[in-house]
């Protein structure tokens, strides 16, 4: 197994060049701040982005709690990539991972500067200082789940064109708690009253008879009961009203909708005759 380790100080834009970096150097997976990631799936890690604090997160990535530690060792053995490059600020903060987990040292150290010009440094030091904005090299939908109630969206990049073709990959951009000025909370009135929001823009929905929500560390599960007007389908009723709440619920809060579950309560005829 072969191991790069690619070096930078903090808000360099290492987890935007990782991608790329090991495209071209043929690397199959990476290790960056506490995650293991092979072919654009997270295999297994505590991202360090979900720490409450800096203390928290410099610990997360240099897997300093056994157990996470383990867990990552475990998925490496498993999945028996040929080559892995990890993540560092320094030289020495990458030796420290690579002998946590129990890998050979760095075969070649690149520094992030090598790889980009002052100027998109700048403006990579300005995206994680001034906005608290973090790069996770793999696609949304694989880290959605554990940054449920954080600001995330993709970040799709063009790729130089290759034998003719050309191709897009994505990271994941979030803005981690220790990024704030402060925390935020979203109560469950607040979901409760987006979903109440979303039923009177569904035209088969009356009304909500009744909603709930369900919080889990990955995300919320909503339980509502709705009235339908008469005279329209039930199921499609029912389906587009969990659509428009899955897609409003996170694209308000980034909360992880993980299931909208919808009961039809009643009927509503209005004018119209019941036969």
């Known amino acids: 197994m072969k191991i790069y380790g690619l070096i930078g100080k903090s808000g360099t834009g290492k987890s935007f060049q990782a991608i790329s970096l090991c495209e071209s150097m043929g690397i ?20 360090a982005k979900r720490q409450l604090t800096t203390v928290g997160a410099i610990k997360t990535a240099l897997f300093t709690e056994d157990e996470h530690r383990d867990a990552v060792a475990k998925a490496i053995r498993d999945s028996a990539p040929g080559s892995i490059l990890v993540l560092g600020t320094s030289d020495r903060m990458v030796e420290k991972i690579t002998s946590r987990l ?56 063009l790729q130089d064109i290759r034998n003719g073709r050309a191709g897009t990959t994505e990271r994941s951009v979030v803005r981690p708690t220790y990024s704030y000025f402060g925390n935020y909370t979203i109560s469950t009135n607040a979901i409760i009253n987006i979903v109440h929001a ?5 035209p088969a929905v009356e009304s909500l008879s ?16 709705i009235i339908v007007h008469a005279g ?13 709440v899955r897609e409003e619920i996170e694209a308000m809060t ?3 909708v993980l299931g909208a579950d919808v009961e039809i309560t009643e009927l509503d005829y209005g004018d119209m005759p019941r036969n």
Do not use: W
């Not at 199959?28 to 991202?47: Q, R």
């Not at 440094?121 to 090299?137: C, D, F, M, N, S």
């Not at 329209?232 to 428009?244: E, K, N, V, Y």
């Open 28 to 47: 199959e997976s990476i290790i960056d701040d506490g995650l293991f990631i092979k072919g654009g799936t997270v295999l297994a890690g505590i991202s």
């Open 102 to 157: 129990g890998l050979e040292m760095p075969e070649e150290l690149i520094d992030i500067e090598s790889l980009t010009t002052p100027d998109e440094r700048k403006l990579a030091g300005y995206r994680r200082h001034e906005l608290g904005q973090h790069v996770i090299p793999a696609p949304t939908f694989e880290v959605k789940r554990g940054f449920s109630g954080y600001f995330l969206h993709p970040l799709k990049v």
């Open 232 to 244: 329209h389908s039930i199921l499609d009723a029912a389906r587009d009203f969990q659509i428009a």
């Open 254 to 256: 980034a909360m992880n």
């Open 198 to 202: 979303v039923a009177r823009r569904v």
């Open 210 to 225: 009744s909603v709930f929500v369900r919080k889990r560390q990955d995300g919320i599960i909503i339980d509502a009961g």
